[in-house]
């Protein structure tokens, strides 16, 4: 077990000590240059004061100016306020430190002596810079990213696997904003997590973190690699991931992308892994459908779709034959499109077109069923009849929702996680969230036997046994 997260102390602490330091030597170099003048002149021993006291001051900056300023989370949350709070504090706390510590330097430069001097330095870098890294760790860093396994029932809800921990959220730094979305590939056993930009890769068994693929180098993660949604082909081989404003297929194994797509915010695969759908957006708030060949990342053809693209949940999905996209058409209406993927033609349209909206939908593994949830309500829908057989009422927000295989059993995710009999709309289990957590984005193995749920700390992972 990993007790130090050095993904975060060579990702973020030691870019903002180059920083602090950065910031630092050009105070000191003023401050004390000024304090050792003055020294220097009224002891007539200037060789003597002005470089200890650049040197102090220095030293005075980042122990008593940077540690407040770049180890407080505060400084991290962006926004005026944070950009006030910062100045703030710079005000205050950089004169404290860099006049204290220029006329500490000016003093020892002239007390000690010429052999300790040098010793003296050293002593005084590794104490600045190991105070320094300390304070930022402590307050700043999140666990270290590891596989915790555990077992037994969670207050009466689905029997525990682990949890993934190190995402926790301390403060708002794009590089650690918490989990966006996450998938598993086929076999069930590996599980892709996205945060912002950085993806990794781990294994549910032996449960270990296999790769981290980090976002762009410079940290400055655009809308390009923000990332949205996650799907991985049948094979295992290859990963693509949505972003606003671009579609991106990965390899696997390596990371590596191999075409940019110009779609966003959705990705879904036919089962067979060889044609992906998205969002095909231009300058509008709405976005169409986009159907690409996944091997060429050719754009085939786009589908009215009229759905926007600023919501948590996307009425999108592909039939268990790969061949059609059932598409809820128009943000604030109940109207429902089943067309052909391959010729992009609109066979069926249903519904009343005057119902509240179509938040999210799912069609069940066996094709016979068609479940939407439409502002707190699940309307179970016969493909067939194109009827609705069945309301679940009151289930509030409703932003996710996943199928077993079976097609016997719901699960539903937005303002309570809950997990549903399909057949008789009843509800078998709610997760008791504890104080202080909520559930964002959740995922279902394709063999239907794990799922897993992002919380503000990390990834819960369930044995989906409901009987």
């Known amino acids: 077990m990993n007790f130090i997260n050095f993904d975060f102390i060579f990702t973020f602490i030691l870019p903002q000590l180059i920083y602090a330091t950065f910031v630092s030597v050009v105070i000191g170099a003023v401050v004390g240059g000024i304090i050792g003048l003055i020294m220097g002149k009224s002891s007539h021993r200037m060789k003597d004061t002005l470089f200890p006291a650049m040197l102090g001051s220095f030293f005075g900056m980042m122990l008593l100016a940077m540690i407040p300023i770049f180890a407080s989370p505060d400084t991290y949350i962006g926004g005026p306020f944070g950009g006030l709070a910062i100045m703030l504090k710079f005000i205050v706390v950089a004169p404290l430190g860099s006049i204290i510590g220029g006329v500490v330097g000016g003093i020892c430069g002239l007390k000690l002596s010429p052999q300790f001097k040098s010793r003296f330095i050293l002593i005084a870098v590794i104490f600045t810079y190991s105070v320094m890294l300390i304070s930022m760790y402590v307050t700043l860093a999140p666990a270290p990213f590891q596989f915790v396994k555990s077992s037994g029932q969670e207050q009466n809800f689905l029997p525990t696997i682990g949890k993934i921990i190190g995402y926790e959220q301390k403060f708002g730094l794009s590089s650690y904003e918490g989990i966006r979305c996450l998938g598993f590939t086929r076999d069930g056993n590996k599980l892709v997590i996205a945060n912002s930009g950085d993806l990794r890769v781990w294994q549910i068994d032996p449960g270990k973190l296999l790769n981290t ?218 997760w008791q969230k504890p104080k202080g957590i909520t559930i964002s984005q959740v995922a279902l193995s394709p063999d239907g036997t794990t799922l897993a749920a992002t919380d503000n700390q990390g990834v819960r992972l369930w044995n989906l046994a409901v009987k």
């Open 213 to 430: 693929f980090p976002g762009p180098p410079d940290g400055n993660t655009t809308l390009n690699d923000l990332i949205e949604a996650i799907a991985i082909t049948p094979d295992g081989k290859t990963l693509v991931t949505a972003a606003p404003k671009q579609i991106q297929i990965r390899e696997l194994a390596t990371g590596d992308i191999l075409q940019r797509l110009e779609g966003s915010e959705l990705v879904k695969l036919t089962p067979d892994g060889k044609t992906l759908i998205g969002f095909h957006k231009g300058d509008q708030a709405t976005a169409d459908i986009g159907v690409w060949e996944l091997s060429s990342g050719k754009l085939l053809r786009t589908m009215p779709a009229n759905i926007e693209t600023l919501g948590s949940g996307y009425p999108v999905d592909i039939t268990p034959d790969g061949k059609t996209v059932v598409v809820a058409n128009s943000s604030y209406s109940n109207q429902i499109e089943i067309s052909d993927i391959n010729t992009g033609k609109r066979l069926q349209s249903f519904g009343d077109n005057k119902g509240d909206r179509i938040n999210t939908l799912a069609v069940t593994p066996d094709a016979k069923t068609l479940i939407t949830a439409q502002e707190e309500n699940l309307h179970i829908w016969d493909i067939t009849t194109k009827k609705v057989v069945r309301i679940i009422p009151n289930v509030g927000t409703v932003n996710t929702l996943l199928v077993t295989p079976d097609s016997q059993t719901l699960i539903s995710n937005g303002s309570s996680l809950n997990i549903w009999q399909i057949s008789t709309g009843k509800k078998l289990l709610t």
